[in-house]
């Protein structure tokens, strides 16, 4: 999305749009999935992990 955007400098490009809805359907997708119990990315205290 970034590269399309880089290259039309319009975020209102139809291929620049198109690209971030694909990404809003992988994004919701993604926070569906259930969480593993011991995964440190799910612990909210451990802010370490998250970068």
Do not use: H, W
Not at 22 to 27: A, E, K, P, S
């Amino acid at each position: 999305m970034v590269l399309a955007y880089e290259k039309t400098g319009d975020l209102g490009d139809e291929s620049v749009i198109a690209l971030s809805q694909q990404l809003d359907l992988y994004l919701l997708a993604f926070q569906k999935q259930p969480r593993a119990r011991n995964n440190s990315l799910s612990r909210c205290d451990d802010k370490s992990t998250i970068f």
